[in-house]
């Protein structure tokens, strides 16, 4: 609703599957880090925008504003991007839902895709949880295939370990019956978070 009601497509006839396309006519964007600083082309950091169709602030709510906008205009969309060298944006995750362990970003899809590719995992949901070492782990939640009950779990943790780095290999991994999801079928990690508040 901030920016009304779009900032990017996929052009007809140049469509990128995975990618969110290209901002729109008259639409700035950039990404930045946690301090405000652009980032390198190809690397993640929040996606922020700028452009006729963006909002100047909430109405009558200077803090909430001051929250989402960037002294230069850009609001900071709370999403976490990517900008590839033909100018193509890709949502890597929310900014919400990243974890964070020992300093390191891990985002959660990245996980969860590497999960979901095992042959007997049918969904996965990560989310971080305290951890007196790293500050946060991560905690992946699975769903398993074809009326599977168990899951060699040391098997596992050797296939993440050969497809992440080793600071976003699940510290913890449950399996659930099912997972909470929208009306819409999206898994809602902010529903196992609360769980374990």
């Avoid at 901002?23 to 880090?33: M, N």
Wanted: proline share 7%; aromatic share 6%; net charge negative.
């Amino acid at each position: 609703t901030e920016t009304s009601p779009v900032v990017s497509f996929n052009p007809c006839g140049q469509e990128r599957i995975g990618t969110i396309g290209l901002p729109v006519d008259e639409t700035d964007i950039k990404i930045q880090d946690e301090d405000g600083n652009v980032v390198a082309q190809g690397e993640a950091g929040m996606l922020c925008v700028r452009g006729p169709q963006v909002m100047k602030g909430y109405w009558l709510r200077p803090e909430a504003t001051a929250e989402v906008m960037t002294p230069d205009g850009f609001l900071m969309t709370g999403d976490i991007a990517i900008e590839h060298p033909d100018g193509y944006l890709q949502i890597v995750d929310r900014a919400k839902d990243m974890i964070i362990v020992s300093g390191f970003n891990v985002y959660p899809t990245e996980v969860e895709e590497c999960l979901s590719s095992h042959p007997d995992i049918l969904e996965s949901a990560a989310i971080g949880v305290p951890d007196d070492k790293t500050g946060e782990a991560v905690k992946a939640f699975i769903t398993l295939k074809g009326g599977l009950t168990s899951l060699d779990m040391p098997e596992l943790r050797a296939y993440c370990k050969e497809n992440l780095a080793a600071y976003k290999v699940p510290k913890y991994i449950e399996i659930r019956q099912e997972l909470p999801k929208t009306n819409v079928g999206k898994v809602l990690r902010r529903a196992l978070r609360d769980e374990k508040a």
